[in-house]
């Protein structure tokens, strides 16, 4: 009971306290509580990434396995950005409380913690996202042909949107009057009736479908008809 | 490879060739740090400055470390285009680190302090962590302040037995909660904004008027011949796509036709939404190169 | 060596190491960069729509403006959220900044300083601008604010009570504000302020979402119906640019606002390369299918 029974009825009653919360302005409160319980649980679930984290790479630093030294690093990374923050070593004092060291600003870009947002976390990330581009032009060139008129229309759709989005294409297409029969054949005007009519029609639809998806699910899981999140708990983090 | 061949000693050309690209790294990093030393030492001369000078200068001397550091890490990651080396690893071991560290001490102070800490131990955190908290008038709003937050405070905890080798089932008590609460949010949502809201759209698309107020203000309505045919295309775009994921019924057919047009329109987007990710992907490059050539370089 | 010989040109370029090719995309990005190669821009409906929409506000609205994006998207998003709090500004409408996501809030705080007071200083906290800073809860922030933002936002940034902030005075919920505008990188984001902020209240504000080219497809049906104005990536955040440099151009570091233009020209000879390579592979494929049948 204590396995099934109770985590489905504690998902059934905080999806109906939401559902209610919606409808009813004297249960709209119920509905904030529960959103700031959430909010606690989710910031100790950052607690349990991070112990997680810590367990993976010291029993790899124990167990001496290839690349322990990296686990090293990522342990000594962690544990200086964890200090520096929850300790607030360098933090821009208060305008109000000057007195209280820990009232102080560690998300100001002038503080260490700001130091190392900038110039360590900020970058890592963005050329970590950066390489994509390379990878999508290695894969235009190896995986993109044109095989049978499905194919044909995505590359011809992506090569308007590709011209159209630079001086290139409207360069192109520049000669023909804008308010000649043919004009629909500038660039800009098939890149905006591409996105506004076709792309928006399609992604409305996708959406339409993904909505009645979700809906489905969420009314399964709160009727307890869904329990596969039951499966996850166990030793094993 | 046999085992005899796996002890052999290395050919004498693949040690010296390790040395020499050592060496090589120690002289580029050799000279990396020098030219940053020299500008670090121009950032910080002259002692008998203005105090209020100097904190800019140093604040200066920071922020030339700071972008030395990024450019360093920045080809640190793009040297994985090269090959995978043990300088990416490094910086992605850095990057794990870090950015796991921040979001807990975000998680710390924006959560855990003001909704857990705060209502039980409220004079305690208001004189040391958080000044501006209001302490609560009366012990019954602290006694109400209180209860409301063991519950999150026993559910957190029993989030943290997923650690635990045994006893992890545990943890699911509050994750039942976490999915309970999303569910219940995303289901009204789904269906007003996603469904209805969308669907109205897309049906009130199909008669586009345009209006046009002569000189004595008189307002004419006609109809957007124009406007109406990209309408009506809309909700045949709609309408097929729809189609297409419907596989409860056979694609045979008109139903089969109809799908096949669905997919057509599919394909159409895809382009469309290849083509828009070429270019952010694009911008996130050319800002990253902007940076190593403008601010770290000089260029530009 | 002797297969090399024997297969023509198209075979090798079909066996091209991948080096070459991301040799050949960085080339194409940083060429333009050190020409500073700068193309002009037409603005077309979305961005136009947008700057028609801040323009119409009254003088003085209450623009709430939230910046959901990180370092990783700053490269598409920043030139949108400069050209929009220059804009607001200028017509003098007070703003209210905060942010749903962790990492968000030091750009948020670079993107202040750098932006809204280099190019009005004359602006005062509290009565002119606010910062709210960041609130963990995701959707469920925005769709609190949509009832009582004084009980998600207890104080701001700096410590001070709801209550005493001269700007909020008043405002209960998000029905208080003009205009809602999101740049967001993705998850939560405009889409989110749309659904949980807007969808109960769809006529109270007006909504202004920017976001990346990647999650663009996601906002698209919600224009111009939920969402009286968009901007797409770099493009459209370019050709808002434009429009607010002309009507509204700063005395000081005019460059702030032209980052959208200046990475629009890497897209130039980014997307001939892209076309190039699709091309280019199509024909070894086809070459590759006809030595294929000769044989």
Same mark, same amino acid.
């Given at each position: 009971m204590l396995q099934r029974t109770v985590p489905i009825a504690i998902l059934s009653l905080s999806g109906i306290i939401m559902i209610l919360a919606y409808f009813s302005p004297w249960t709209e409160s119920w509905g904030n509580t529960v959103i700031d319980w959430f909010n606690i649980i989710a910031g100790v679930a950052f607690i349990l990434g991070a112990g997680n984290l810590l367990r993976v790479n010291l029993e790899k630093i124990s167990s001496q396995r290839p690349g322990w030294a990296y686990a090293a690093i990522t342990i000594v990374s962690f544990m200086a950005v964890l200090v520096v923050g929850l300790f607030k070593i360098g933090a821009v004092p208060s305008?109000?409380?000057?007195?209280?060291?820990? &009232?102080?600003?560690?998300?100001? &870009?002038?503080s260490t913690l700001g130091w190392i947002y900038f110039y360590v976390i900020g970058p890592l990330g963005a050329t970590m996202f950066s390489l994509l581009a390379f990878y999508v032009a290695s894969a235009a060139f190896r995986a993109f042909r044109a095989k049978n008129l499905e194919s044909i229309l995505l590359l011809g759709t992506a090569f308007i949107i590709l011209l159209s989005a630079t001086a290139a294409g409207v360069w192109l297409t520049k000669p023909i009057p804008a308010d000649s029969p043919i004009a629909f054949l500038k660039f800009e005007r098939l890149r905006a009736f591409i996105t506004e009519v076709v792309q928006s029609s399609g992604m409305r639809a996708i959406g339409i479908g993904t909505a009645i998806g979700i809906a489905a699910l969420s009314i399964r899981l709160i009727l307890g008809i869904d329990r596969s999140y039951l499966s996850k708990g166990g030793g094993d983090a | 490879m046999s085992n005899a061949d796996a002890n052999a000693p290395r050919p004498p050309q693949q040690g010296s060739r390790r040395g020499s690209y050592r060496l090589l790294f120690i002289s580029i990093a050799a000279l990396f740090t020098s030219v940053a030393v020299m500008q670090m030492a121009s950032a910080a001369q002259d002692p008998a400055l203005d105090p209020a000078v100097a904190a800019e200068k140093w604040s200066n001397l920071w922020t030339t470390v700071g972008i030395w550091v990024a450019a360093l890490l920045t080809l640190g990651i793009f040297s994985f285009l090269y090959k995978d080396n043990p300088v990416y690893k490094v910086c992605e071991s850095i990057f794990v680190g870090a950015s796991a560290a921040y979001y807990m001490v975000n998680a710390f102070w924006t959560s855990l302090v003001p909704k857990l800490i705060a209502p039980i131990a409220p004079a305690f955190t208001k004189a040391?962590?958080?000044?501006?908290l209001t302490l609560p008038a009366s012990d019954q709003a602290y006694y109400s302040d209180l209860a409301l937050a063991v519950v999150p405070l026993i559910l957190g905890i029993m989030l943290l037995f997923?650690?635990?080798?045994?006893?992890?089932?545990?943890?699911v008590w509050p994750l039942a909660f976490v999915i309970g609460t999303t569910a219940g949010i995303r289901l009204l949502a789904a269906i007003e904004t996603d469904v209805l809201a969308q669907v109205s759209s897309a049906g009130s698309s199909v008669i586009v008027y345009n209006e046009t107020t002569d000189a004595a203000g008189v307002v004419t309505r006609t109809i957007d011949w124009a406007g109406v045919g990209k309408g009506v295309l809309s909700v045949i775009c709609v309408l097929t796509v729809l189609t297409y994921f419907f596989f409860s019924v056979e694609h045979k057919g008109a139903v089969g036709k109809t799908a096949r047009v669905g997919i057509w329109f599919l394909m159409i987007t895809f382009g469309a939404s290849f083509g828009l990710t070429v270019m952010g992907r694009i911008t996130l490059l050319s800002q990253r190169f902007e940076f190593l050539l403008k601010d770290w370089l000089g260029f530009g | 060596m002797s297969q090399d010989s024997n297969d023509g040109l198209f075979a090798r370029l079909g066996r091209i190491d991948r080096r070459w090719i991301f040799l050949a995309m960085a080339l194409a990005i940083i060429a333009p960069i050190l020409m500073r190669l700068r193309f002009e821009e037409e603005p077309q409906r979305m961005a136009q729509a947008t700057f028609d929409t801040i323009e119409a506000l009254p003088a003085g609205s209450k623009v709430l403006m939230s910046l959901d994006y990180d370092p990783s998207s700053e490269g598409e998003l920043q030139p949108m959220a400069n050209a929009l709090i220059h804009h607001c500004a200028s017509r003098g409408h007070k703003i209210v900044f905060m942010t749903l996501w962790p990492f968000g809030t030091p750009l948020l705080d670079k993107t202040v300083k750098r932006i809204l007071l280099e190019y009005h200083p004359q602006l005062k906290y509290g009565t002119d601008y606010v910062t709210l800073g960041y609130k963990p809860g995701l959707e469920g922030v925005v769709k609190l604010m949509s009832s009582d933002i004084p009980k998600q936002f207890t104080t701001d940034k700096q410590g001070t009570p709801i209550g005493e902030v001269p700007l909020l005075a008043g405002v209960k919920d998000l029905s208080g504000f003009q205009l809602v505008v999101s740049v967001s990188a993705g998850y939560p984001g405009a889409k989110e302020w749309v659904q949980f902020g807007n969808g109960p209240t769809p006529d109270a504000f007006a909504v202004i979402g920017g976001t990346t080219a990647v999650q663009a497809a996601q906002l698209?049906?919600?224009?111009?119906?939920?969402?009286?104005g968009m901007l797409l990536g770099i493009k459209g955040a370019a050709e808002y640019e434009l429009l607010v440099q002309k009507a509204y151009m700063p005395e000081r570091f005019p460059e702030r606002l032209e980052d959208g233009r200046i990475r629009m020209g890497s897209q130039v000879f980014a997307h001939m390369l892209m076309i190039a390579l699709i091309v280019l592979g199509n024909i070894v494929m086809a070459a590759g299918r006809a030595r294929g049948g000769a044989k």
């Open positions: 305008d109000r409380f000057p007195d209280v060291h820990f &009232a102080g600003d560690i998300d100001s &870009a002038d | 040391n962590l958080l000044p501006e997923r650690l635990l080798p045994k006893g992890g089932w545990i943890s | 698209l049906p919600y224009f111009p119906k939920q969402m009286e």
